[in-house]
């Protein structure tokens, strides 16, 4: 571009309009690939849950309704419902109470324990998903590691696999990362003289920690629990491994209308309730973020 | 008599059992002083303020406060206060509650709390922010809510680390006659750490210079300026030509130019001694111009000029290994001199400082 007038408003806007579109340029390759693959089906989705089905069960986009969505308030869906979100919030909760200890132990430590320590979180990453949590089916079953050493401790056999235990310990063991990983970002960048100063106006150690040390490390705890909570309801992969067929949950389940059941329309109307659930949950947490700092 | 308010007997730190951060540190603070702690970065100051903190543990020694043995005491327990380097105001509450904090940990009635804070604030001229975060305020305001959140808990002593460093320069002086008069009228033992050796010789009632982990002298503002005892001491605070000698007789030496010349009383009787003087206690003369009785003088060249303003520096060349710094006011009685002019530099007899290694 020439530079060679003195600059005027006019120029100066279009200066900077060209400015926004080589941002817009370089981030289109994104957009492309989100809208086409992510946004598009989503959208497909969408119209799904209002079509029709057939007599023999075939997806009929006409005839758009509500049925799939007055369906949702059955009994037994809104009973799959609140089992995963109640074992979704136990896991977060289970998270948080393990991981906040430990981040915090890793975030005050030296620098070479504390990457040390960072590593072996993200270790299990490094193996793949299911295959870690098929070797959990080894452990919690009636012949397996742990009903083994109860057994030769002299007591009885436990029967864990195929319980909403078992599912329960695969998500916290699979999600634990997630809520780590934040928590620690959080705690490590705590100013602490921050700390100190709470200490030198007379608050104890736990007091210093309830009144600075927590509310500021919040950021870390709403990221965490977003990270945990949402993946936690619609999992899939865990419950169907370690469920097993008594423990239905909201994943297996809209997996199922998909498949077993063929009910398109139902299936996606299932799956944009989850959605709104999780954007709720998500908008909640945020204010509660929003509220401590 | 009562005690002194901090007493350090034989301190020692030393940070991951290699680095002395403080060493055999002995000092006594009297009750209601203005004490300053004067040193490069890494001397041990900033330690030694932690250490009476309670947020360091020394390794050997004894930290008391009036009286009290302290050594191992958590900060939550000692009757001292700390304005932080960087405020660490807290950033989710309010001005009120920061300055609240302390009292509230101790219990104090609720009404009582209101009533002080409120008194504090308006102390520091703040009282309209009180409902304000910290990130709202000035860096000069803020530096006034973490004075305010320190003093209401009437500690005992009030212990202060750099607390202006943050602040731009009109404000810094203006914040180091506040900090003065404010340590007058509450009467509290101020322990005032900075490396600014200006903000130290004005506000202090005495200073400790320190160095590499070692206090190496304790006077007032005018005994550190005039009468310091080592090279250190004389080098860090203000500027200084120090000047190698022999020591030729009883009150006179020889410096390495050949020149002899009369040293106050109390040197060694031979050897390498140096003098210590300060660039406004020498005078240039013209060449043929007399000097006064009583002083010291010898021929020289001046060799730079540089203008301050309110004085000028001059550089000027007498045979010494190192040129010789010079101030002169500037008032046209006093005249200017140009480069290469031919010289005599002078200087009283007293005006000289005798400074070990």
């Not at chain 1, 609140?82 to 393990?98: M, Q």
């Not at chain 1, 629990?225 to 491994?241: M, R």
């Not at chain 2, 105001?89 to 001005?95: A, I, Q």
Request: charged fraction near 20%; proline fraction near 5%; aromatic fraction near 10%.
């Amino acid at each position: 571009m020439s530079v060679e007038a003195p600059v005027t408003p006019e120029l100066e806007r279009s200066a900077r309009k060209a400015e926004s579109r080589r941002g817009f340029r370089i981030g289109l390759p994104a957009f492309v690939y989100l809208g086409l693959l992510f946004a598009l089906p989503l959208v497909l989705v969408f119209v799904y849950s209002f079509a029709s089905r057939s007599a023999t069960g075939q997806t009929e986009l006409r005839d758009f309704n509500l049925n799939s969505y007055e369906r949702l308030l059955d009994p037994l869906v809104i009973e799959i419902f609140v089992r995963s979100f109640v074992l979704a919030l136990v896991t977060t909760a289970i998270c948080l109470l393990v991981s906040y200890p430990f981040a915090y132990y890793i975030a005050t430590r030296g620098p070479t324990l504390r990457n040390v320590l960072l590593v072996l979180v993200m270790i299990p990453f490094w193996s793949n998903f299911l295959v870690r949590t098929y070797a959990w089916r080894v452990l919690l079953g009636t012949d397996g590691v742990v009903s083994q050493i109860s057994q030769a401790l002299g007591g009885g056999e436990i029967r864990v696999l195929f319980t909403s235990s078992a599912v329960l310990i695969g998500l916290v063991y699979g999600f634990l990362p997630f809520m780590v990983l934040p928590l620690y970002a959080a705690i490590e960048r705590l100013d602490w003289s921050l700390v100190e100063a709470a200490r030198d106006l007379y608050a104890n150690g736990w007091t210093a920690f309830r009144k600075v040390t927590l509310p500021l490390s919040m950021p870390g705890v709403v990221a965490g629990s977003i990270l945990v909570f949402i993946p936690s309801l619609g999992a899939y992969v865990t419950p169907a491994i370690l469920g097993g067929a008594r423990t239905v949950l909201l994943g297996d389940y809209i997996v199922s209308q998909f498949l077993a059941a063929r009910n398109w329309p139902f299936g996606s109307a299932l799956s944009f309730a989850v959605m709104f659930v999780m954007l709720l949950a998500t908008v909640f947490y945020f204010r509660m973020g929003a509220k401590t700092l | 008599m009562a005690d002194a308010a901090v007493e350090l007997i034989g301190v020692r730190k030393v940070f991951d059992d290699e680095t002395v951060a403080v060493d055999s540190l002995d000092l006594t603070i009297e009750d209601g002083e203005f004490f300053s702690l004067l040193g490069p970065s890494g001397c041990g100051k900033t330690t030694t303020l932690r250490m009476i903190a309670g947020f360091e543990y020394p390794t050997e020694g004894s930290v008391r406060i009036h009286g009290a043995e302290m050594g191992l005491m958590p900060p939550n327990e000692r009757p001292v206060n700390t304005v932080f380097q960087s405020y660490a105001l807290f950033p989710h509450m309010t001005v009120f509650d920061n300055v609240a904090f302390g009292l509230e940990m101790r219990k104090v009635a609720k009404t009582d709390v209101e009533a002080r804070v409120r008194r504090v604030l308006d102390q520091v001229q703040l009282s309209k922010r009180a409902d304000a975060r910290p990130s709202q305020l000035s860096g000069g305001m803020q530096q006034r809510v973490a004075l305010a959140r320190a003093l209401v808990n009437e500690p005992e002593v009030l212990l202060l680390d750099e607390p202006l460093g943050a602040l731009d320069l009109k404000l810094r002086q203006n914040m180091q006659y506040e900090l003065k008069d404010l340590q007058s009228r509450v009467g509290i033992t101020f322990i005032y750490v900075t490396h600014d050796q200006e903000e130290a010789l004005t506000m202090s009632d005495r200073i400790g210079v320190m160095s590499e982990g070692r206090l190496l002298q304790v006077g007032d503002s005018h005994e550190i300026y005039e009468r310091p005892t080592s090279r250190y001491v004389a080098d860090f605070i203000g500027d200084i030509n120090l000047v190698d000698a022999e020591v030729a007789g009883p009150g006179s030496a020889r410096l390495s130019n050949g020149v002899q010349v009369s040293i106050p009383r109390g040197h060694p009787a031979s050897g390498s001694i140096a003098l210590a003087l300060r660039p406004e206690r020498l005078a240039i003369h013209r060449q043929g111009e007399a000097v006064p009785p009583g002083r010291n003088h010898m021929p020289a060249r001046i060799t730079r000029r540089t203008y301050f303003g309110d004085v000028y520096y001059y550089d000027v060349d007498a045979g010494l290994p190192s040129v010789l710094d010079v101030k002169e006011e500037n008032r046209p009685e006093i005249g200017t001199h140009d480069v290469d002019d031919q010289v005599v530099v002078s200087w009283s007899v007293e005006a000289a400082n005798l400074v070990s290694e």
